[in-house]
């Protein structure tokens, strides 16, 4: 893949990513048992980044889609949410695949990032109030997230496993990590 097809696709990747998080933020939240859960479709894009781009790229993905959907349609506050779950689980889903395929599937590393999100946005969610008594909150968050994260998980082992160019593009990053070591 030259520089300038990975620029693009690293676009179009961060591009997609926005459009569904603004498209779940204009819906209202489908969990009544969690005020405040989300389902995280944008997060199907960071799986798919994840197995098809090396890890600076994925970066690249994940940082232009929080700093573009925020500047759309965030605040302040939401970005410092945003961030801190963006952070948590993108290094979280990071090692948790480290651990390879023979381990852990596509599925449990979105149910991993899932999590972790939910971890970063309380952690600050205490911050902000001043209280740890705000990460009572978790097990329920955990529950709505573990369910969000393996439906994410399949919708993006889908797209991996049935959209041509995503194989492509897998095949790509296999052959550079065995070559390359990255």
Same mark, same amino acid.
């Given at each position: ?76 506050? !939401? ?7 963006? /952070? *948590? @689980? =993108?290094? %979280? ?6 651990? +390879? ?29 001043? !209280? ?7 097990? /329920? *968050? @955990? =529950?709505? %997230? ?6 994410? +998980? ?29």
């Amino acid at each position: 893949m030259t520089k300038n097809q990975r620029n693009a696709y690293i676009a179009l990747l961060a591009a997609q990513a926005v459009i569904i998080s603004l498209f779940e933020n204009a819906i209202p939240f489908p969990f009544g048992i969690a005020p405040g859960a989300k389902l995280g479709l944008a997060n199907v894009i960071t799986c798919m980044a994840l197995y098809t781009l090396a890890t600076k790229d994925t970066i690249k993905v994940v940082s232009l889609r929080l700093i573009l959907a925020t500047l759309l349609g965030g605040t302040l506050s !939401t970005f410092m949410y945003s961030a801190a779950g963006i /952070v *948590l @689980s =993108f290094i %979280g889903m990071w090692l948790v695949k480290k651990l +390879g395929p023979d381990r852990i599937s596509l599925i449990g590393v979105s149910a991993t990032g899932a999590i972790l999100h939910n971890i970063g946005q309380l952690i600050i969610a205490s911050w902000i109030a001043q !209280t740890w008594t705000v990460l009572l909150y978790l097990p /329920v *968050l @955990s =529950f709505v %997230g573990i369910l969000a994260g393996i439906a994410i +998980g399949v919708m993006a082992n889908y797209l991996l496993t049935h959209v041509e160019k995503l194989q492509y593009y897998q095949k790509v990053k296999e052959t550079n990590e065995k070559v390359h070591g990255w």
